[in-house]
């Protein structure tokens, strides 16, 4: 099991889904005709739950590298391999080109979007082809805030500013014809790190989903002061969530199959677990309530 990470790094985070701190947004533009040969992408920000107030990170741009010389933005023609280094494609042909996205630039709270809430990131509309890579361009103005304190998070030392994820057609979820939209959850359990007291890094890790393809488990547990801290992990995948005040929880992302749920609980309560949980793709799992005792 995974919980481990939570404490291996000495404070690291856990959940799902980014608030815009600055500015909000929606995605009203999603309905707006489409000029002939173009396609929309909207990218949507979400993250994985930790032991601190707010973990505010600054976003200055977000852009993506389309390759128009492939037939469209699905899986049809997904013959491209590689991480973002050792792919079977030129990032400067004349078929690739970066295009920007619409976002509006600020410092984004990640742990005021958990438990599957989630915020349009970037919206944009461009000409059809194959979008290889994303990429998201970190600012300087990022901070912790911990036990009412807040805390300088600098990037890790060696660590880019700029943030390159490579996709592949499939990967997408193309909701309307020729509209695709990306779920991009901001792995805080891995991406905060604590070295010492009040010195934090960020070395950000992003993993992206779909609603349709992946599965989510929801529930909710009692009492608040248990201050409980859920974990759905089987042998190849976790996702941790932290219950709001009213002790609901949600994790989202997972691949399909079957989990087991582990309730860390504090202040003198008993953790408990509960298995042979089945998640299926764009469904959700509904647990019974935990009530949770000393």
């Known amino acids: 099991m995974k919980l481990s990470k939570l404490y291996g790094f000495g404070a690291v985070i856990l959940l799902t889904t980014l608030v815009f701190y600055a500015c909000s947004k929606n995605d009203s533009s999603?309905?707006?005709?489409?000029?002939?040969?173009?396609?929309?992408?909207?990218?949507?920000?979400?993250?994985?739950?930790?032991?601190?107030?707010?973990?505010?990170?600054?976003?200055?741009?977000?852009?993506?590298?389309i390759d128009t010389c492939s037939k469209n933005n699905r899986g049809d023609d997904d013959d491209d391999q590689g991480n973002g280094h050792g792919h079977d494609w030129d990032e400067k042909n004349s078929c690739t080109n970066w295009q920007s996205l619409d976002i509006k630039p600020g410092v984004y709270d990640l742990l005021s979007l958990r438990n599957g809430t989630d915020t349009l990131l970037a919206n944009g509309i461009m000409p059809k082809g194959k979008i290889r890579l994303i990429k998201v361009e970190l600012g300087e103005n990022n901070s912790l805030v911990k036990d009412s304190t807040k805390y300088p998070l600098k990037l890790w030392p060696g660590a880019s500013s700029t943030i390159i994820i490579t996709v592949k057609g499939g990967d997408w979820d193309e909701f309307q014809p020729d509209r695709f939209r990306l779920w991009l959850d901001f792995d805080v359990a891995r991406s905060v790190i604590r070295v010492r007291d009040g010195v934090f890094y960020l070395k950000p890790v992003i993993h992206l989903f779909t609603v349709k393809?992946?599965?989510?488990?929801?529930?909710?547990?009692?009492?608040?002061?248990?201050?409980?801290?859920?974990?759905?992990?089987?042998?190849?995948?976790?996702?941790?969530?932290?219950?709001?005040?009213?002790?609901?929880?949600?994790?989202?992302?997972?691949?399909?199959?079957?989990?087991?749920?582990?309730?860390?609980?504090?202040?003198?309560?008993?953790?408990?677990?509960?298995?042979?949980?089945?998640?299926?793709?764009?469904?959700?799992?509904?647990?019974?309530?935990?009530?949770?005792?000393k």
């Open 30 to 65: 999603e309905q707006q005709p489409l000029p002939p040969g173009s396609q929309q992408v909207s990218l949507y920000l979400t993250d994985d739950p930790g032991f601190f107030n707010n973990v505010m990170v600054d976003i200055k741009s977000v852009k993506v590298l």
């Open 213 to 293: 393809a992946t599965g989510s488990v929801a529930g909710t547990i009692v009492p608040k002061d248990a201050w409980p801290v859920i974990s759905v992990y089987n042998a190849t995948d976790t996702a941790y969530a932290i219950p709001w005040h009213n002790g609901e929880w949600r994790a989202r992302g997972l691949k399909q199959g079957t989990y087991s749920v582990f309730v860390n609980a504090s202040n003198g309560y008993q953790d408990t677990t509960i298995h042979n949980i089945e998640v299926k793709a764009g469904k959700e799992t509904d647990l019974p309530k935990i009530t949770l005792h």
